[in-house]
């Protein structure tokens, strides 16, 4: 079984503080696939990342960076300078391929991140 | 830009009312999602259709049921509300390339009373 933890339920950080957001996963599967959305207070997940379980590569995208490490089963997501508009909830999400071609998503119980002015 | 809308986003019902969530997706994609979001408990997987007609229980279907019959309309179905399903539901989408990310609508607010 799939199991995705994000141990942070809330997290207030002032602006322009770095702040990083915690996931851990359990798979039992070689492939699968793990992704972060993001959810602002209008209520749409937005797909931030995708990382396969091949490509341990940190990605950054402006303030955004990801560090994954199969090692320790973590995927930690980091905002550089954090500003107002970073205030969300944070989903980690993890996907196995399923026998069916259709693939299971696990998603964690989601990060709320509150920067203050 | 790609698409996904919900019907409603807030709604408010009565306990053994029939509810119809609605869900349409500009995209072409043969897979269709609905989920519900609790506080601690994340998104849960309710009901998937990975094609017309096709539906796939997820891992809390009890007292949904869902149709599918084209391809870019997916509902969902609550034959006779409760005050526990009260929440907020989400719809997604994906293309049939495994491992895709999801493409989310902006979520309907349900209360029943």
């Known amino acids: 079984a799939q199991k995705v933890t994000q141990a942070q339920t809330e997290i207030s950080v002032v602006e322009k503080e770095d702040v990083t957001l915690d996931c851990v996963y359990e798979?039992?599967?070689?492939?699968?696939?793990l992704f972060w959305y993001k959810q602002p207070p209008s209520g749409e997940l937005v797909f931030l990342i995708r990382?396969?379980?091949?490509?341990?590569q940190n990605e950054i995208s402006g303030r955004y960076s990801w560090n994954f490490q199969k090692s320790t089963s973590s995927f930690n997501f980091t905002i550089t300078a954090s500003q107002v508009v970073d205030s969300a909830v944070y989903f980690c999400?993890?996907?196995?391929?399923?026998?069916?071609?259709?693939?299971?998503?696990?998603f964690g119980i989601g990060t709320k991140l509150q920067v203050i002015p | 830009d790609v698409k996904v809308t919900q019907s409603s986003r807030y709604l408010v019902k009565r306990t053994g009312e029939k509810v119809f969530l609605e869900c349409v997706q500009d995209?072409?994609?043969?897979?269709m999602f609905w989920y519900r979001q609790d506080p601690g408990l994340g998104l849960r997987l309710i009901y998937f259709?990975?094609?017309?007609?096709?539906?796939e229980k997820g891992d809390i279907p009890e007292g949904y049921s869902v149709s599918r019959e084209k391809k870019e309309r997916f509902s969902l179905i609550l034959e006779s509300a409760s005050t526990n399903q009260t929440s907020m539901y989400l719809c997604?989408?994906?293309?049939?390339?495994?491992?895709?990310?999801?493409?989310f609508g902006p979520g309907t607010r349900l209360t029943v009373t």
């Open positions: 997604a989408s994906t293309p049939l390339v495994s491992n895709s990310e999801q493409y």
């Open positions: 999400a993890l996907s196995e391929a399923s026998s069916g071609g259709y693939q299971k998503v696990t």
């Open positions: 990382r396969n379980s091949f490509d341990e």
């Open positions: 995209m072409d994609h043969e897979n």
């Open positions: 259709s990975y094609d017309v007609k096709m539906k």
């Open positions: 798979t039992r599967d070689t492939t699968y696939y």
